[in-house]
């Protein structure tokens, strides 16, 4: 018996795009309609989101996390600035407000790109724990944003390699935040049986 949405767990999500020319207007963002219109198409849960448009200085990205962390975002979602290059330091004002880091989300993002371009080894993706938030750095182009997330699927659309966020409501539950409800289509999540507040049909 499928929930009522009325049911479901209403959530907070911090959406952030980090981009010295975005933020100042010399091109328009396209990260944070990416981000919401993933997470919009991935969650049946009703979403408030929390956005921010934000140049890439590592002290102000390390204080919009912990912003969206204290406003109740049990999520949140970076894109742009983990590459080399001299002004991405989006990984490094990550950690600066890391309680705990969860390495596995990085390297599979890593596994996933690999698969179309040889550059993805560049990317420095993290993903850390503060409080009961999970914040995750994600790649800049929505593309790859959707690609990192979902994962990889043949033409008949069988999973290959999973997405990330495959394992982000389980991650969520164990901090102690509330129960993400994916859509399979989109992003089928997987818990423990024990951890399922629904059980799925056999």
């Known amino acids: 018996m499928t929930e009522s949405v009325s049911s479901r767990d209403a959530v907070k999500i911090g959406i952030v795009s980090i981009s010295d020319r975005a933020s100042s207007g010399v091109y328009e963002d396209k990260g944070l309609p990416a981000l919401q219109d993933w997470l919009t198409r991935a969650l049946h849960n009703p ?43 989006t990984p490094e004002a990550t950690l600066a407000v890391a309680h705990k880091e969860m390495p596995g989300f990085g390297e599979q993002m890593r596994q996933i790109s690999l698969k179309f371009v040889p550059t993805a080894i560049l990317s420095r993706q993290v993903a850390v724990v503060r409080d009961q938030s999970l914040i995750i750095n994600l790649p800049g182009q929505p593309k790859a944003i959707a690609e990192t997330l979902e ?52």
Do not use: H, W
């Open 47 to 89: 979403i408030a989101f929390e956005s921010r448009l934000i140049p890439d200085e590592q002290a102000g990205i390390s204080a919009a996390l912990i912003e969206l962390v204290d406003a109740g975002c049990c999520l949140v979602l970076t894109t742009g600035g983990t590459g080399p290059a001299l002004r991405d330091v």
């Open 151 to 202: 994962g990889l699927k043949d033409a008949e659309g069988k999973q290959i390699v999973p997405g990330i966020f495959a394992a982000v409501p389980y991650c969520v539950d164990l901090i102690g935040g509330p129960y993400l409800e994916t859509r399979d289509e989109v992003c089928k999540a997987f818990r423990p049986k024990n951890a399922m507040r629904t059980p799925r049909p056999a």
